[in-house]
């Protein structure tokens, strides 16, 4: 079946799975080499995850779910501009504000020591609060200014303002993950940005394609540098790749399975929904901490995939649940006639979900839930609101 999906189109399961191929490749070498000392690896545990799996990702590979994307015409309001013109003036903000401390982390080249800083909060990406509303603005309207990014290249609409939002989307990200000598953020964004250029491949000309391989070729050999760099200073004795360091992007790479495996499936009860849901209970003053211990757990501070919190909540009867809404909230989008930003929106944020739960997804991610629903639900009272109108204040694209 997925030689078939492959030959008819570029799918967005292709890059899924690839990611999830990838993940169990460094988990056997992982397994074999024994860096993390694991001790006793069950099949069961990889059966609920290969069913997760299998739910979860069908609607990106079902082809009754294909959509042609050079047929299709998104109404874009010129209210959704404010989003952009926004998102450009706090990247600037940050560069500018930023700037010159992330040029002193790189030309130290501490990535060790920073690390260490980040894991003790001695890290403030912020000094004052307009720092702070455009660090988080810009971390939350990623996705949906990456989407009309590609709207535009797609109709090759406002070139400069397209060129000025791909930067004001790429660079703010690199100076972060620079901050805070994090390989993750790049490499998924990564992923996420090598998937959208699928996506949209038959729908780009042949001239912007060339072009975004160009600029992809460049980003992948900044996070290839970065990524030895932190690397090395992070964990090799010397000044080189060496079994110390490459040990080191094995177990990141290869571990999420293995911990879901021996260190969270074995728990002895369930947290019935605090867990997930206790950064949000924080907002209304409800403080909700206990050790892994207390439920039998051992993971630490070590990936899970995205599996791991509702099983840790609700178990097998919620692993099933969760992976069975997902594909239906997927499966109903992509199957309607008439697609709204609002709908790619979503799509693209489960997605994304999916993208970094190879690795793991925090604690903090209801969060992000929360605030991205309220984008998801903005959009639509837009939707709405300019459908009753009269006036044409929209273009599609």
């Known amino acids: 079946m997925l030689l078939i999906v492959v030959k008819k189109r570029a799918s967005l399961g292709i890059v899924l799975i690839g990611q999830y191929f990838l993940i169990s490749l460094f988990s056997v070498i992982l397994l074999k080499e024994n860096y993390m000392h694991f001790q006793q690896i069950n099949l069961a545990p990889y059966l609920l995850l290969l069913v997760s799996y299998i739910i979860t990702f069908f609607p990106f590979l079902d082809l009754k779910n294909e959509f042609k994307v050079t047929k299709l015409n998104v109404k874009y309001y010129r209210i959704y501009n404010y989003f952009v013109y926004l998102y450009i003036f706090f990247a600037v903000v940050v560069i500018t504000m930023d700037l010159p401390s992330f040029l002193e982390t790189i030309m130290s080249g501490e990535w060790s020591e920073q690390r260490n800083l980040y894991y003790d909060e001695k890290i403030v990406l912020y000094d004052n609060l307009l720092e702070r509303i455009a660090l988080n603005y810009l971390v939350y309207f990623r996705l949906i200014c990456l989407i009309i990014y590609f709207l535009f290249l797609k109709n090759d609409y406002k070139p400069r303002t397209r060129s000025l939002l791909l930067i004001s989307i790429i660079i703010p990200l690199i100076l972060t993950s620079i901050a805070t000598a994090s390989r993750g953020t790049i490499y998924q964004f990564f992923l996420l940005f090598f998937a959208f250029i699928l996506f949209f491949s038959k729908a780009i000309s042949k001239k912007q394609l060339r072009k975004i ?15 030895l760099s932190v690397t090395i200073d992070r964990f ?162």
Request: charged share 15%; hydrophobic share 45%.
């Open 213 to 227: 391989k160009i600029f992809i070729v460049i980003l992948g050999s900044i996070f290839l540098i970065f990524a």
């Open 236 to 397: 090799s004795s010397s000044t080189s790749l060496d079994k110390s360091s490459l040990s080191s992007i094995i177990e990141y790479l290869g571990q999420s399975p293995l911990i879901f495996n021996e260190r969270v499936f074995p728990i002895n009860s369930h947290t019935l929904g605090t867990y997930s849901f206790g950064n949000l209970l924080e907002w209304f003053g409800v403080n909700i901490q206990y050790p892994q211990s207390t439920i039998g757990g051992s993971w630490g501070a070590g990936f899970y995939t995205y599996v791991g919190i509702p099983y840790i909540d609700f178990g097998i009867i919620g692993v099933i649940i969760h992976s069975i809404l997902l594909n239906f909230v997927i499966t109903y989008l992509m199957r309607k006639r008439k697609l709204k930003l609002r709908h790619f929106f979503m799509i693209f944020y489960v997605y994304e979900y999916l993208l970094k739960g190879s690795f793991v997804i925090g604690r903090s991610q209801i969060i992000s839930v929360v605030i991205n629903l309220i984008i998801y639900f903005c959009l639509y009272a837009i939707d709405k609101i300019k459908v009753n109108n009269k006036n044409k204040n929209y273009i599609e694209l």
